[in-house]
């Protein structure tokens, strides 16, 4: 055998030894991923809730036979919603049909310049010009017609009565004077369809004075799009047993393009933070919503060292945006909250909303009386899911390792869960609600709106449309401005704590708007608001006055006192737990102006947590994770709208002169 034949050989041996250790790898590395992956698990439980459903239709068939009458009814009732929009929309067409005699000669007919005997009235031009066809015209040369048209609307746009010049097409158009004669004919034909199309829709005067003019709202998120929320159980299991199912594919893809040096990943941790498992995260979580979307956007907000950025910018993401229910849907819940005839008991109701978050989306409407208000409603079969929603994400994070050991994990999750059954409960945000407005009454520079109780239920809650954008909307106003957004949101942080012991513990941004002509922060969304022990506010107080006095004995003492720590940790916890209170005690040390836009305390603050996180004994007291989620919110704030801010004097008027002991 000659030498290049046994070369040959050689190779093609090592080959193989290559492509079998690495179905040896690829074999133990997908037991591995079998044996800790949570779907065995899922799989299981999906087999024996099938044996006890099977196992309880034989015992109990007519428990079985009423569910089975539920999903007929929910399939009935979408059937009906959907032939009405059919009928409704073909009474539409029907009622048009005898004032239309034109239509079936054509287009040629309906373009046909009139005569002098023949000049249309406004209701005639303006009736046809919602039925002609735009197709004669390009695309461009309408928007190029449409926006001069905009331009002179007040000009060209006159009573019905007063006769006005016309302007030719080809003038407005642009374009070359041979072309006059061609655009003539349609001149009258392009000015009926852009008095249709650029014509404001007329405000009944009567309606304005009711409501005092037209309140702008912020607009829904562009991403966001129209997705049924599952509203069973099963639903929702099937929807975290597809992502679970779809992070181990991906995970195993991502090794497998790693060993094949094919650009994957080398490492686990890697692999399940790739950017396809971060869709799937995003998009399960923004299908679902509810609690696991919260815990999602609650983890957005937290430290690299804590949750890593791969999977915190996923969660941004979800922070971002959120879907809305399908029309549908909203209906079913507004007929089972309100009663059938809601829709009488309204003016006009918005069907699509203008927000939409974890718990629920947001609806414009107006009362019968001419009130305008915000109609929050609830997704179904959020507030029945939470402890499965919470414990089905957490278990696969926790599964995949992705929270180090001193995060403290499952006590987050006790405090989220309780949180959030407050949240999901609308009768007690409305209580809040008006307690806060009552509380925050003799502070002018603060509105809280009034609450609709005839409107109001569990699931939906209805309140006074206010003016004003959300906080992350004001980051390009004056500074004039963003100075007093700063002062006023730290202000009533610290007023909420010290003066009134009740917090609005949600740092969510859009849960405060700013009205400019008034200069006033509008407050809403109080479901995560909560009352505070005046002992623990007390002991707190003391933490703070000692920070501010530069007393480091002081917080390690109060700290230990308060539970912070057990006084067995080493002494490099104890330096790292002091010296972050020092660090946000700074704002209230330093008597001038503190440059918020241009501090290091996030940095510093970075760097202590890997210490805290590896040396920490004990959990934190459960009050602090709604107090800190606050103020780091609040702090992160002043530092995005860039301002410099004296604290001292809040320091002095509130912590030490408004606290009652």
């Not at 698990?41 to 087999?47: D, G, P, S, Y």
């Not at 007919?109 to 002609?132: G, V």
């Not at 060993?259 to 399960?284: C, F, Q």
């Not at 009050?623 to 919110?633: A, F, M, V, W």
Request: contains cysteine; neutral net charge.
């Amino acid at each position: 055998m000659s030498r290049r034949s046994q070369d040959l050989i050689g190779v093609l041996r090592g080959l193989q030894l290559v492509a079998e250790a690495c179905s040896r790898e690829h074999l133990a590395l997908s037991k591995h991923l079998w044996s800790n992956s949570s779907v065995r698990e899922l799989l299981a439980e999906n087999v024996s809730q099938t044996r006890q459903t099977v196992r309880q239709a034989g015992q109990q068939p007519a428990d079985e036979l009423k569910k089975v009458q539920q999903v007929l009814l929910e399939t009935t009732e979408r059937s009906y919603v959907v032939v009405k929009g059919i009928c409704s929309l073909l009474e539409t067409k029907l009622s048009m049909m005898p004032q239309l005699p034109g239509v079936a000669s054509g287009r040629s007919q309906e373009r046909r310049p009139p005569t002098a005997d023949q000049t249309p009235t406004s209701a005639q031009s303006d009736l046809d010009a919602a039925n002609l066809d735009i197709s004669s015209i390009t695309l461009e040369e309408f928007e190029d017609i449409l926006s001069k048209r905009n331009k002179n609307r007040q000009v060209s746009l006159r009573t019905p009565t007063t006769q006005s010049k016309q302007v030719p097409l080809a003038q407005v158009a642009g374009v070359s004077p041979t072309a006059e004669g061609v655009f003539a004919r349609d001149t009258q034909y392009v000015d009926n369809l852009l008095r249709f199309v650029a014509s404001p829709s007329p405000v009944p005067p009567e309606t304005a004075s009711r409501t005092g003019g037209s309140i702008d709202v912020p607009e829904l998120s562009k991403v966001a799009k129209q997705r049924r929320v599952p509203a069973s159980r099963l639903g929702r299991m099937a929807s975290f047993g597809g992502l679970f199912a779809g992070l181990g594919i991906g995970t195993l893809n991502e090794l497998t393009k790693g060993a094949l040096g094919m650009g994957g990943s080398k490492t686990m941790r890697e692999a399940l933070l790739s950017p396809a498992n971060a869709e799937r995260i995003v998009d399960t979580l923004c299908k679902v919503r509810g609690a696991a979307l919260k815990i999602g956007q609650i983890l957005s907000i937290q430290d690299s060292s804590v949750v890593s950025p791969q999977l915190a910018k996923a969660f941004e993401r979800v922070r971002q945006a959120a879907d809305y229910m399908p029309d549908w849907q909203v209906e079913r819940v507004m007929n089972t909250q309100l009663g059938p005839g809601w829709r009488q008991r309204l003016s006009s109701f918005e069907d699509k909303p203008f927000a939409a978050a974890s718990i629920g989306q947001v609806h414009r409407a107006t009362l019968n009386d001419g009130m305008q208000v915000a109609i929050k409603i609830q997704y179904p079969g959020v507030a029945q899911s939470i402890e499965s929603d919470i414990d089905n994400l957490v278990g696969m994070l926790k599964v995949w390792d992705v929270f180090p050991q001193g995060f403290f994990i499952d006590n987050v999750v006790r405090v989220a869960k309780r949180e959030l059954q407050w949240e999901v409960d609308y009768d007690r945000e409305a209580e809040y609600t008006e307690k806060f407005r009552q509380m925050i009454a003799p502070y002018p520079e603060y509105y809280v709106p009034r609450v609709v109780r005839d409107l109001t239920t569990s699931s939906v809650l209805t309140t006074e449309l206010i003016p004003g954008v959300p906080l992350d909307k004001c980051f390009d106003l004056s500074y004039e401005h963003r100075a007093h957004i700063a002062a006023s949101v730290l202000k009533l942080c610290l007023r909420e704590l010290f003066e009134i012991e009740c917090m609005q513990t949600d740092p969510n941004w859009s849960n405060f708007l700013y009205d400019a002509p008034s200069r006033r922060l509008m407050l809403i969304d109080f479901g995560s608001t909560r009352f505070y022990k005046h002992e623990f506010i007390r002991n707190y107080r003391q933490v703070i006055i000692s920070a501010a006095q530069n007393n480091r004995q002081g917080v390690l003492e109060m700290s230990r006192e308060m539970g912070f720590l057990t006084g067995y940790e080493t002494k490099q916890m104890e330096q790292a737990h002091v010296d972050a209170v020092m660090i946000l005690g700074e704002i209230f040390r330093y008597d001038g102006d503190f440059d918020f836009g241009k501090q290091n305390t996030t940095e510093r603050l970075a760097a202590l947590v890997p210490t805290m996180v590896a040396h920490r004994l004990c959990p934190p007291p459960e009050e602090i994770y709604s107090i800190h989620r606050k103020l780091s919110g609040i702090f992160l704030l002043c530092a995005r709208l860039n301002v410099r801010m004296n604290c001292l004097p809040f320091y002095r008027e509130i912590i030490l002169g408004k606290f009652k002991d």
